[in-house]
């Protein structure tokens, strides 16, 4: 006990109620002052780039503090969020994302699921190699990879196109020029990021026991029904995970329009999307309390559907060991 | 039971079983007629497989023939995907211009030696010891045909007007800085939860894990805000500094790592006398060596990727962006030269694909750490 260090921790202890306090014993003690100094610059940082952040953000909601005008800090009640609520833009720019989502969840979900079934089936030969490629793009950065991406969905020169004209179509679409089929295409450039989807899911394929697939071929399952009764329900944890980030990263969605249009929001404001609208309130036009009542409203959103999505996995994520 | 599981299989389309059925016993007992007719199945699939890889990565092959198209290109839309220039002949000492000529029924590379209004005379560059050929027609109407000619100059074009060391350098330094800041500091947290038992450690463990799901955007205006109060913003300080304070997907995969590591070793080590931070640096940390690589790369290429960080806090600073920055802007301005754009889309991309073929298996292992284990 004489030969461990006096840290300041110890002395705050004293004043803690006991349930709070560090361990029973001296060696219980010292392994807990150990492990919080380990994780310290984790909890600094928590504390620092997370919590108070998160904090002032809601104070700002309900200030005045902007960088554009030279008025001083105040509190303004609700009217930011009066502002907001009465602002057309921010429900339109919603819509925008929701629109987005609808289309690129599950895009984003079952692609990468689907490449993970071709490259853990048996009659794929060099699994390896496409297992390599189809992870490649997933490396690159985004802006080159979006730049890359525009050159080939062009209207004229792009490859998709001589490849549909090749075959007789006769006016292919402006695929990023069109607001018809924008969505769509900027759900295909996002495909360039599915490689971590397509590992996770493929670590997830291999690790269902293949006494499973034996049982449900005795009982006259072929490979729909197989996929249906043991590969969803077995992968469906992996589901649920990637579902989860899935919504949240997509609520976000606005840096390949970004690079695309420079943030424009063509064609015809179709990719006007709320994140877009956010980051020009704080970044362009420096109007913080705004922005970040927006972010707060981004926030409550994403955590409201995660929450329902949370509440539904009972029915539909299977853990094992949760029978015993 | 594996071989009754494989028949099954075999019937059907491909499924997910197969991985373990390849490795089980050889299906030699099903005959050569299924054999075949499993290979035949293999060849077919392998080949469509091969066929949607093709144009998953077809946007490469494109960026790479349209960064060497030649300035003659730009803007011409009877002008080939790959880099071309006009072809030309030479003929007796003179040079002329070749042009897509239709002769009975199929069009032919000829060169134009004797322009004239009804009949033209033309050389054929494949054969030209045959003498003059006589055309009728107008050579007015005809399009002038491209010969195959890469124009490398492109890269040294974008090298210079992109400023492509400086962006180089930045990307790198900021990379290296941040990288080093997220192994040092993950490696100190990992080891703290893998290892120490301590009041509230699961609730901090969860905490952790949930900033994963935290939108950033609420998170990031106080901080720009707070940067900007410090005099921060226009440097480099606010995206190397907070990598310093760990990151929950990092802390994630080396404490899954750590745990994975037999705890006699550090016993072994604390009775030979090694306190906490003796044994991390001489038991865990060579131990952990694997995964703690993989964290490095995976930071490489995310600070590579990184675009809205040195976004917003570099926008002032030029001199001070990296590629992802630099690519963007440049893209603005000469977005019109789509050779330029391209040349610079490969130039940003060009090590992390490397590296990434390099350290492919630590890539692999790190996703599925993080990925799976959840």
New interface residues.
């Given amino acids: 006990m004489a030969a461990i260090p006096v840290q300041p921790v110890q002395t705050a202890r004293r004043r803690w109620p006991r349930r709070?306090?560090?361990?029973r014993s001296a060696l219980?003690r010292r392994?807990?002052?150990?492990?919080?100094?380990?994780?310290?610059?984790?909890?600094?940082?928590?504390l620092?780039?997370?919590l108070?952040?998160?904090l002032?953000?809601l104070v700002?909601v309900f200030s005045n503090?902007s960088?554009s005008s030279d008025e001083t800090f105040r509190f303004v009640g609700l009217t930011n969020i009066r502002n907001m609520l009465a602002d057309r833009q921010v429900w339109e720019a919603l819509g925008v994302t929701f629109k987005f989502a609808a289309l690129n969840l599950p895009i984003a979900i079952v692609i990468p699921f689907a490449v993970a079934?071709?490259l853990?089936?048996?009659?794929?030969?060099?699994s390896t190699f496409?297992?390599?490629?189809?992870?490649?793009?997933y490396?690159?950065?985004?802006?080159?990879?979006v730049?890359?991406?525009q050159?080939?969905l062009n209207l004229?020169?792009?490859?998709v196109n001589?490849v549909l004209r090749f075959f007789g179509v006769q006016n292919p679409p402006d695929w990023l020029g069109d607001a018809a089929t924008i969505y769509p295409s900027l759900a295909f450039i996002g495909?360039w990021g599915i490689?971590?989807g397509v590992?996770?899911n493929l670590?997830?394929?291999?690790?269902?026991p293949?006494?499973l697939?034996?049982a449900a071929?005795?009982d006259g399952?072929?490979?729909?029904k197989?996929?249906r009764h043991v590969?969803l329900p077995m992968m469906s944890?992996?589901i649920f995970?990637s579902l989860?980030?899935g919504i949240?990263d997509v609520?976000?969605y606005f840096?390949v329009p970004l690079?695309l249009y420079?943030g424009s929001g063509e064609p015809g404001g179709s990719t006007l999307f709320f994140?877009l609208i956010?980051y020009k309130h704080?970044?362009a036009y420096q109007n913080?309390a705004y922005?970040?009542t927006?972010?707060?409203l981004?926030?409550l959103i994403?955590l409201g559907i995660?929450l329902i999505v949370f509440r539904t996995a009972r029915y539909w994520v299977y853990y094992r060991g949760d029978d015993r | 039971?594996?071989q009754?599981?494989v028949a099954?299989?075999a019937?059907?389309?491909?499924?997910?079983?197969?991985?373990?059925?390849?490795a089980g016993p050889p299906r030699s007992r099903e005959g050569p007629r299924r054999r075949r007719r499993?290979w035949w199945?293999?060849?077919i699939?392998?080949a469509v497989?091969?066929i949607i890889?093709a144009g998953?990565?077809?946007?490469?092959l494109?960026?790479l023939a349209?960064s060497l198209r030649q300035p003659e290109q730009v803007g011409q839309?009877d002008s080939p995907?790959w880099p071309a220039v006009h072809a030309t002949f030479d003929y007796q000492g003179k040079t002329y211009d070749v042009y897509e000529v239709p002769i009975d029924g199929k069009v032919q590379d000829l060169a134009l030696v004797k322009k004239g209004r009804e009949a033209s005379q033309f050389v054929d560059p494949g054969n030209a010891a045959a003498g003059l050929i006589t055309w009728e027609g107008s050579w007015r109407n005809l399009t002038r045909a491209w010969s195959f000619a890469p124009d490398w100059n492109n890269y040294a074009v974008v090298w210079d007007q992109i400023g492509y060391p400086r962006l180089l350098f930045n990307t790198a330094a900021l990379a290296l800085f941040e990288t080093i800041g997220t192994v040092l500091?993950c490696t100190?947290?990992a080891?703290?939860?893998a290892?120490?038992?301590?009041?509230g450690?699961a609730i901090?463990f969860t905490?952790?894990i949930a900033?994963?799901?935290?939108?950033?955007?609420?998170?990031?205006?106080?901080?720009?805000?707070?940067f900007?109060k410090l005099g921060w913003v226009g440097t480099w300080l606010p995206l190397i500094i907070?990598t310093?304070?760990?990151?929950a997907y990092d802390?994630f995969l080396l404490r899954q790592y750590l745990l994975t590591i037999p705890r006699e070793m550090d016993e072994a080590a604390a009775i030979d006398g090694a306190g906490?931070f003796r044994t991390l640096v001489s038991v865990i940390i060579p131990q952990a060596w694997p995964a703690i690589v993989a964290v490095a790369i995976f930071h490489v290429?995310y600070a590579?990727?990184d675009?809205?960080g040195p976004l917003?806090y570099l926008?002032t600073k030029p001199e001070l962006q990296p590629?992802?920055?630099g690519?963007?802007h440049f893209?603005?301005l000469h977005y019109r030269n789509?050779a330029f754009?391209?040349a610079?889309?490969?130039m940003?991309?060009i090590i992390?694909?490397i590296?990434?073929?390099v350290f492919?298996r630590v890539?692999?292992k790190g996703?599925?750490i993080t990925?799976?284990e959840?």
């Fill in positions: 709070f306090s560090l361990g219980a392994e807990a002052r150990w492990g919080l100094l380990f994780i310290g610059p984790w909890i600094i940082g928590f620092a780039f997370t108070l952040p998160l002032a953000s700002f503090i960088l079934l071709v853990n089936s048996k009659y794929l030969v060099g496409f297992r390599t490629f189809f992870f490649m793009p490396v690159i950065p985004f802006v080159s990879g730049l890359a991406w050159g080939m004229e020169t792009g490859w001589v495909l490689g971590a590992i996770v670590a997830g394929l291999r690790g269902v293949t006494e697939y034996d071929h005795i399952a072929g490979w729909w197989s996929l590969t944890p992996v995970y989860i980030l949240v609520l976000q840096l690079v420079n994140n956010l704080a970044f913080f922005a970040a927006l972010a707060w981004l926030f994403t995660t | 039971m594996a009754a599981g099954a299989q019937g059907g389309m491909p499924g997910p079983v197969e991985a373990e059925a390849t499993d199945r293999a060849l699939f392998t497989v091969g890889l998953f990565l077809s946007p490469l494109r960026a349209v839309l995907q500091s100190l947290v080891y703290g939860f290892r120490f038992r301590f009041p450690r901090l905490l952790l900033t994963i799901f935290l939108p950033y955007v609420v998170t990031i205006i106080p901080t720009y805000a707070v900007l907070p310093f304070f760990a990151n802390v906490p290429v590579w990727n675009f809205l917003i926008t590629l992802a920055v690519l963007a893209n603005t789509q754009i391209q610079g889309t490969l940003t991309m992390p694909i590296l990434f073929l492919q890539f692999v996703i599925v990925g799976v959840k």
